[in-house]
């Protein structure tokens, strides 16, 4: 596997989407791409390791082999002027909020006797009852299950151990976190620009992109004027065989 990355020098500028990827084809979701903000640079770093073997029937020990043993590339862009909406989602994440509701005959099997469940909202107030499924029993609360918030625990003695049961209910309001970067998350990355050394323009698309949450550092202030942001390029498996220049990584795509 060989990277056919371009041998002159690169000073890549232009504009910088992410996606989430899809787990069926290794490549973009469907739901599309996401702009992260202008980037001054881009640099892509490739690097191989190779097993090499030396002949010695010559005399002279030369090699004869080179076989390429491990790929990576690592890269960073340089993001400028780039406000904080969307870089707060990618960096910290983001928050939504959920409404209370009232939730009727929610499906669940109780485990056995010492064990405990969830349902199925973040935040429960009220827990309104608890019936056999299909409804006709009305389970007692103490005695066949002890409820703490979304946590149903069957105690001892309980009748409700291993039967298929309702839960009805009353949700309470709710704000969730989607932690984005700081979760580890792999991204699909497209840059699209100028390698401003020849004028040439550029297409970028890398398919599996590990950010390093420690370059990101902490977000402060509004806008940020200008932070690098160091990633991992992985191998992707789906897109192994597929015709990109990059060997399974991605496209490296140079306008003529």
Same mark, same amino acid.
């Given at each position: 596997?060989?990277?056919?990355?371009?041998?002159?020098?690169?000073? +890549? @500028?232009?504009?910088?989407?992410?996606a989430?990827?899809?787990?069926?084809?290794?490549?973009? @979701?469907?739901?599309?791409?996401?702009?992260?903000?202008?980037?001054?640079?881009?640099?892509?770093?490739?690097?191989q390791?190779?097993?090499?073997?030396?002949?010695?029937?010559?005399?002279? /020990?030369?090699?004869?082999?080179?076989?390429?043993?491990?790929?990576?590339?690592? /890269? !960073?862009?340089?993001?400028? +002027?780039?406000?904080?909406? !969307?870089?707060?989602?990618?960096?910290?994440?983001?928050?939504?909020?959920?409404?209370?509701?009232?939730?009727?005959?929610?499906?669940?099997?109780?485990?056995?006797?010492?064990?405990?469940?969830?349902?199925?909202?973040?935040?429960?107030?009220?827990?309104?009852?608890?019936? @056999?499924?299909?409804a006709?029993?009305?389970?007692?609360?103490?005695?066949?299950?002890?409820?703490?918030?979304?946590?149903?625990?069957?105690?001892?003695? @309980?009748?409700?151990?291993? $039967?298929?049961?309702?839960? +009805?209910?009353?949700? /309470? !309001?709710?704000?969730?976190?989607?932690?984005?970067?700081?979760?580890?998350?792999?991204?699909?990355l497209?840059? !699209?620009?100028?390698? $401003?050394?020849?004028?040439?323009?550029?297409s970028?698309?890398?398919?599996?992109?590990?950010?390093?949450?420690?370059?990101?550092?902490?977000?402060?202030?509004?806008?940020?004027?200008?932070?690098?942001? /160091?990633?991992?390029?992985?191998?992707?498996?789906?897109?192994?065989?597929?015709?990109?220049?990059?060997?399974?990584?991605?496209?490296?795509?140079?306008?003529?």
């Amino acid at each position: 596997m060989a990277f056919n990355l371009p041998e002159y020098y690169q000073r +890549n @500028s232009g504009t910088v989407f992410i996606a989430d990827r899809d787990l069926t084809t290794g490549t973009k @979701s469907a739901a599309g791409l996401t702009f992260l903000g202008d980037a001054s640079e881009l640099t892509l770093d490739p690097n191989q390791e190779f097993v090499e073997h030396q002949e010695h029937q010559s005399g002279d /020990g030369r090699k004869d082999v080179k076989v390429p043993r491990m790929t990576t590339m690592t /890269g !960073n862009i340089v993001l400028d +002027n780039t406000g904080a909406a !969307n870089l707060r989602d990618f960096l910290r994440g983001k928050l939504s909020t959920v409404s209370s509701a009232t939730v009727s005959e929610e499906a669940h099997t109780a485990p056995a006797v010492g064990k405990a469940f969830l349902l199925d909202s973040e935040i429960v107030t009220t827990l309104t009852s608890i019936t @056999s499924d299909p409804a006709g029993t009305t389970f007692e609360a103490g005695t066949d299950y002890v409820a703490d918030g979304r946590v149903i625990y069957v105690p001892t003695g @309980s009748t409700m151990a291993d $039967t298929a049961i309702l839960a +009805n209910y009353t949700s /309470g !309001n709710a704000t969730e976190v989607d932690l984005f970067g700081e979760n580890f998350k792999e991204y699909y990355l497209y840059f !699209n620009g100028y390698n $401003t050394i020849n004028k040439k323009r550029i297409s970028v698309e890398l398919f599996k992109v590990s950010f390093d949450p420690a370059t990101l550092g902490n977000l402060l202030g509004d806008e940020i004027l200008q932070m690098t942001a /160091g990633f991992e390029v992985l191998f992707e498996e789906l897109q192994a065989s597929s015709n990109d220049t990059l060997g399974g990584f991605g496209n490296y795509v140079i306008q003529d």
